[in-house]
């Protein structure tokens, strides 16, 4: 166990993962840390997801770490350069080292008589199972669950003669090329397939039970490139960085106060490129922007494959599968070759980990979120979950940020624990995500709560939340330190010197 222990364990080496490795390593240089990783590579979700033109959907001067400039010249960058970019952070930081891969971690458990946490993990291709403990435990594992996406079962798919295939689980030697392929779903991941797939000679259909809204963004930052002939690389991308942030909350705050102003100029925005003699019923969702997220596509590259005809969307609902296709409540039948459920994900909070405290299982539902980053009554424990209206990595970045302010705070003062406690029995406002997507809606029984006022309240914007993490007082009336030791003082002499 002495070789196992660590001041910090982080659960995970996605993008949030070496977030928080890179920002102790900066911040907290006397705290030892490893990372578990059940993968065997760095990456997360841009190591899993192998679909056609798997891409983010934020652009990445908001995407990327703070500390870190993306040099490319795409918005919206593909898989595989986003996982290069993680891997680079890794090694340029002396983060890799730290990482301990094949280790899926099982349960962890907080002993207050120890003070430190307990964890447990499996090597899922030997069964060997390792133990590790820390006196801080940070989850990074972000939120869905990787074992399974979500998938309703439809009538009648047991008689389709085809491949039925989940995005979340892309075989990699797929065929597609030539064939009729559905792809059922209106979200990110359908709107990025269809135009991918369509280009590599496939026959594509997107099928929507409802519409979604798209938005066309640009392939290239043309302001950023230009810059990058006059100022050096952090530069531009600080630029690019509080611009977009600043358009972001500028969009969504207009969405808010507007919704329909932005949704005309959404719907407008899609018949200038889809022509005026497309059916726009299939892009005029029901409910207002930003009720759900908007989907982003790079120079319009999904209303250009429909508008040529390599692709076409139907708005139906799904009577049954059959040998050749599916059949649709309207009598109309679908012919396909290859079926992708683009159904969306399940949501999975810290990783699944079953945790305790003192013996005591702790259920996320029955918690509430401390300032977007603690868990009521969780010693020694912080998660990151990045923003549902915004770029996931602009919370994980402050959240980080904090975490090593309250370590730095507890050398300084001795204290061992730190546990945020609800002294004023603040109200249960639902969910801490507060949005009406399906897949949220569906884990709603499994997602932490939120307050009805600060520092219980989840506010899905950079601009509050940045001077109450960055530069907020870490000693607040909800913060319980306790366990404090003696801290060891310096002699005249060395902090004359600055030792």
């Given at each position: 166990?002495?070789n196992?222990?660590?001041?910090?364990?982080?659960?995970?080496?996605?993008?949030?993962g070496i977030d928080?490795?890179?920002?102790?390593t900066?911040k907290?240089?006397?705290?030892t840390?490893?990372?578990?990783?059940r993968?065997?590579?760095?990456?997360?979700?841009?190591?899993?997801?192998?679909?056609?033109?798997?891409r983010?959907?934020?652009d990445?001067f908001?995407?990327?770490?703070?500390?870190?400039?993306?040099?490319?010249?795409k918005?919206?960058?593909?898989?595989?350069?986003?996982?290069?970019?993680?891997?680079?952070?890794?090694?340029?930081?002396?983060?890799?080292?730290?990482i301990?891969?094949g280790?899926?971690v099982?349960?962890?458990?907080?002993?207050?008589?120890d003070?430190?946490?307990?964890?447990?993990?499996?090597?899922e291709q030997?069964?060997?199972?390792?133990?590790?403990?820390?006196?801080?435990?940070?989850?990074?594992?972000?939120?869905?669950?990787?074992?399974?996406g979500?998938?309703?079962d439809?009538?009648?798919?047991?008689?389709?003669?085809g491949?039925?295939?989940?995005?979340?689980?892309?075989?990699e030697?797929?065929?597609?090329?030539g064939?009729k392929?559905?792809?059922?779903?209106?979200?990110a991941?359908?709107?990025?397939?269809?135009p991918a797939?369509?280009?590599?000679?496939?026959?594509v259909?997107m099928l929507q039970r409802?519409p979604t809204?798209v938005?066309?963004?640009?392939?290239?930052d043309p302001?950023s490139?230009?810059?990058?002939?006059?100022?050096?690389?952090?530069?531009?991308?600080?630029?690019?960085?509080?611009?977009n942030?600043?358009?972001q909350?500028m969009?969504?705050?207009?969405?808010?106060?507007r919704p329909?102003?932005?949704?005309r100029?959404?719907l407008?925005?899609?018949?200038?490129q889809?022509?005026?003699?497309?059916?726009?019923?299939h892009?005029?969702?029901?409910?207002?922007?930003w009720?759900?997220?908007?989907?982003?596509?790079?120079?319009?590259d999904?209303?250009?494959s429909?508008?040529?005809?390599e692709?076409e969307?139907?708005?139906?609902?799904i009577?049954?599968?059959?040998?050749s296709?599916?059949?649709?409540?309207s009598g109309?039948?679908?012919?396909?070759?290859?079926?992708?459920?683009a159904?969306?994900?399940?949501?999975?909070?810290?990783g699944?980990?079953?945790?305790?405290?003192?013996g005591?299982?702790?259920?996320?539902n029955?918690?509430?979120?401390?300032?977007g980053?603690?868990?009521?009554?969780?010693?020694?424990?912080?998660?990151?979950?990045g923003?549902?209206?915004?770029?996931w990595?602009?919370?994980?970045d402050?959240v980080c940020e904090?975490?090593?302010?309250?370590?730095?705070?507890?050398?300084?003062?001795?204290?061992?624990t730190?546990?945020?406690?609800?002294k004023?029995d603040?109200?249960?406002?639902?969910?801490?995500?507060?949005?009406?997507s399906?897949?949220?809606q569906?884990?709603?029984?499994?997602?932490?709560r939120?307050?009805t006022r600060?520092?219980?309240?989840?506010?899905q914007?950079?601009?509050?939340?940045?001077p109450?993490?960055?530069?907020?007082s870490v000693e607040?009336?909800?913060?319980?330190?306790s366990?404090?030791?003696?801290?060891k003082k310096?002699g005249?002499?060395?902090?004359?010197?600055?030792?």
């Amino acid at each position: 166990m002495s070789n196992n222990h660590f001041d910090v364990l982080i659960i995970g080496a996605g993008l949030s993962g070496i977030d928080a490795a890179v920002h102790l390593t900066r911040k907290c240089p006397n705290r030892t840390y490893a990372i578990l990783e059940r993968r065997e590579r760095i990456g997360g979700t841009w190591d899993l997801f192998k679909y056609p033109g798997i891409r983010s959907d934020s652009d990445m001067f908001t995407l990327g770490y703070s500390f870190k400039p993306w040099t490319q010249s795409k918005v919206l960058a593909d898989g595989a350069s986003i996982r290069e970019y993680v891997e680079d952070t890794a090694r340029e930081n002396g983060v890799t080292r730290h990482i301990r891969f094949g280790r899926k971690v099982i349960n962890a458990n907080w002993s207050s008589d120890d003070k430190c946490w307990t964890v447990e993990t499996t090597n899922e291709q030997t069964g060997e199972k390792e133990h590790f403990s820390a006196n801080f435990l940070f989850s990074c594992t972000g939120y869905y669950n990787y074992d399974q996406g979500y998938r309703p079962d439809f009538p009648g798919e047991e008689t389709f003669k085809g491949e039925i295939i989940h995005p979340q689980h892309w075989p990699e030697d797929l065929q597609y090329e030539g064939k009729k392929v559905v792809v059922i779903g209106s979200g990110a991941t359908a709107v990025t397939l269809v135009p991918a797939m369509a280009s590599k000679g496939a026959k594509v259909t997107m099928l929507q039970r409802s519409p979604t809204y798209v938005a066309t963004v640009p392939e290239v930052d043309p302001i950023s490139e230009g810059l990058r002939r006059f100022l050096p690389d952090m530069a531009v991308y600080r630029l690019g960085r509080a611009r977009n942030i600043g358009i972001q909350r500028m969009v969504f705050k207009l969405a808010k106060q507007r919704p329909k102003l932005v949704r005309r100029a959404l719907l407008a925005a899609a018949r200038r490129q889809l022509g005026d003699d497309f059916d726009m019923s299939h892009f005029r969702p029901s409910y207002n922007p930003w009720d759900e997220r908007l989907c982003a596509v790079p120079n319009g590259d999904l209303f250009k494959s429909l508008r040529k005809g390599e692709s076409e969307v139907v708005t139906d609902h799904i009577e049954r599968f059959t040998e050749s296709g599916i059949l649709l409540k309207s009598g109309k039948e679908l012919e396909a070759d290859i079926i992708i459920t683009a159904t969306g994900l399940n949501i999975q909070m810290l990783g699944g980990i079953q945790g305790t405290v003192d013996g005591k299982p702790v259920h996320p539902n029955e918690t509430m979120v401390y300032k977007g980053s603690m868990l009521k009554d969780v010693p020694n424990m912080a998660m990151i979950f990045g923003y549902t209206n915004s770029s996931w990595t602009l919370k994980a970045d402050l959240v980080c940020e904090y975490v090593c302010r309250v370590l730095n705070h507890m050398d300084k003062t001795g204290a061992q624990t730190v546990i945020p406690r609800d002294k004023e029995d603040c109200q249960d406002e639902g969910n801490f995500l507060g949005m009406q997507s399906g897949y949220i809606q569906r884990a709603n029984n499994e997602l932490p709560r939120q307050g009805t006022r600060a520092p219980w309240q989840v506010v899905q914007n950079y601009f509050y939340d940045l001077p109450r993490l960055r530069y907020g007082s870490v000693e607040d009336d909800v913060l319980e330190f306790s366990d404090y030791q003696p801290v060891k003082k310096k002699g005249l002499v060395a902090s004359l010197l600055g030792a």
